[in-house]
């Protein structure tokens, strides 16, 4: 089962920031969070993760607490195409193989 | 960068028949192969994980025998249905990684078997 609990749905305007929440309260030392998303009927998309410090890279910016409990993946502009599932996954990397969770249902109005 | 390839996309055959699915990794060598099976309306879920020239880690409930996974190279991957039957139609999505790199997943093959 997944470890990670997110929230089954949000909603945001097109434009604003979407800020999409993850709590991973067990979360190893040595565990990584990873964020990926999934447009219907396609593979996963890779968006960014993290080990402890704040992360930014093209697509996102990704914040993790200090405590390490829970972080917050923001998308700075959204636009319609960033509508998708967002998932939020704990994990020590490299050769370790995914569990993903519910996710996030994230949609994009116009 | 970190282009992963699946083929075919979608695939439709008659029941007791094999269908083979192939992962490519385009430009760069993968040390890790991973398998996942989606149902509709579910989430992914890992079957087996593969490194290069050896053979694969399945996970608890997935059947070997049916399941077979071959890693010959650091840039391909595949994955035969053997004996496919209505309940193993889904959709199946390979990922690549390489070191410590972040997963990246093909855009899946979505199986079906009448």
């Known amino acids: 089962d997944a470890k990670t609990t997110q929230p089954p749905s949000m909603d945001c305007a097109e434009g604003r920031a979407a800020n999409l929440p993850c709590n991973h309260s067990t979360i190893s030392g040595n565990e990584y969070v990873y964020w990926y998303r999934q447009i219907h009927s396609q593979g996963p998309q890779y968006i960014i993760h993290g080990l402890k410090n704040n992360e930014t890279n093209e697509m996102a910016s990704l914040i993790i607490t200090e405590d390490r409990k829970s972080s917050t993946l923001i998308l700075p502009h959204a636009t319609l195409r960033d509508t998708a599932v967002y998932y939020c996954?704990?994990?020590?990397?490299?050769?370790?193989?995914?569990?993903f969770g519910k996710g996030t249902h994230l949609i994009i109005q116009p | 960068g970190a282009v992963v390839s699946q083929h075919p996309s979608w695939v439709i055959c008659k029941s007791g028949t094999s269908v083979k699915i192939e992962c490519r990794s385009l430009?760069?060598?993968?040390?890790?192969m991973f398998w996942y099976r989606q149902f509709p309306k579910q989430s992914l879920m890992l079957m087996a994980t593969s490194n290069e020239g050896s053979k694969a880690t399945y996970e608890q409930g997935v059947e070997k025998d049916k399941f077979l996974i071959n890693h010959a190279s650091l840039t391909l991957s595949t994955l035969t249905v053997t004996s496919a039957h209505p309940e193993d139609s889904s959709f199946y999505i390979c990922?690549?990684?390489?070191?410590?790199?972040?997963?990246?997943f093909g855009d899946g093959t979505r199986l079906s078997i009448l």
């Open positions: 990922s690549a990684t390489k070191g410590d790199q972040p997963q990246h």
């Open positions: 996954i704990e994990s020590g990397g490299g050769a370790d193989g995914l569990t």
């Open positions: 430009d760069f060598q993968a040390t890790t």
